[in-house]
């Protein structure tokens, strides 16, 4: 099992989230909500109003979002789904835990709630230079107060 950070889309009550519960694609379990450690521009883009999480550490917010605790199959479905290598780049990030569902605030979940966990994160370092100019939040919500509504790919 690996550790994924999701900040856009694929959280609960986002456009994407359907995929982490397909059991078709392999087992997502939520282990908690997390931020991350340093600073990352994260911006909505593109006709479609993806947002993106910009590689590039020490500028803009602490983005916020979800911890979940992958198979290998469902790795190899969010990198198929995110067009990894190409369009976003899975690293290694350091995730501060905000809060731990854990088991009963027992061993490996609270050791966690009270610090920082490695999780693969899907960011980019393949953007147009003028998405740095863009509107950076910490948080993202496809309903947010932006107007952006994302696009789902059924609808492009």
Same mark, same amino acid.
């Given at each position: 099992?690996?550790?994924?950070?999701?900040?856009?889309?694929?959280?609960?009550?986002?456009?994407?989230?359907?995929?982490?519960?397909? #059991?078709?694609? %392999? /087992?997502?379990?939520?282990?908690?909500?997390?931020?991350?450690? &340093?600073?990352? $521009?994260?911006?909505?883009?593109?006709?479609?109003?993806? =947002?993106?999480?910009?590689?590039? =550490?020490? #500028?803009?917010?602490?983005?916020?979002? *979800?911890?979940?605790?992958?198979?290998?199959?469902?790795?190899?479905?969010?990198?198929?789904?995110?067009?990894?290598?190409?369009?976003?780049?899975? #690293? /290694?990030?350091?995730?501060?835990?905000? +809060? !731990?569902?854990?088991?009963? %605030?027992?061993?490996? %979940?609270?050791?966690?709630? *009270?610090? @920082?966990? +490695?999780?693969? @994160?899907?960011?980019?370092?393949?953007?147009? $230079?003028? !998405?740095?100019?863009? =509107?950076?939040?910490?948080?993202?919500?496809?309903? %947010?107060?932006?107007?952006?509504?994302?696009?789902?790919? &059924?609808?492009?």
């Amino acid at each position: 099992m690996a550790r994924v950070f999701v900040y856009g889309t694929l959280k609960k009550g986002q456009p994407n989230y359907k995929h982490m519960i397909n #059991t078709a694609k %392999g /087992l997502a379990k939520f282990q908690g909500r997390g931020r991350t450690v &340093e600073k990352y $521009p994260l911006v909505i883009a593109g006709k479609y109003n993806i =947002p993106y999480m910009l590689n590039i =550490p020490g #500028t803009g917010h602490h983005v916020a979002g *979800e911890i979940y605790s992958v198979d290998e199959q469902m790795l190899q479905f969010l990198d198929e789904f995110e067009g990894c290598p190409e369009m976003y780049q899975r #690293t /290694l990030m350091s995730i501060e835990v905000v +809060e !731990w569902e854990g088991k009963g %605030g027992a061993g490996e %979940g609270r050791a966690a709630a *009270e610090g @920082v966990v +490695e999780c693969f @994160v899907y960011s980019t370092t393949t953007y147009p $230079p003028e !998405w740095v100019g863009l =509107p950076y939040h910490d948080s993202y919500d496809s309903s %947010g107060k932006h107007g952006l509504s994302y696009v789902l790919r &059924e609808s492009r």
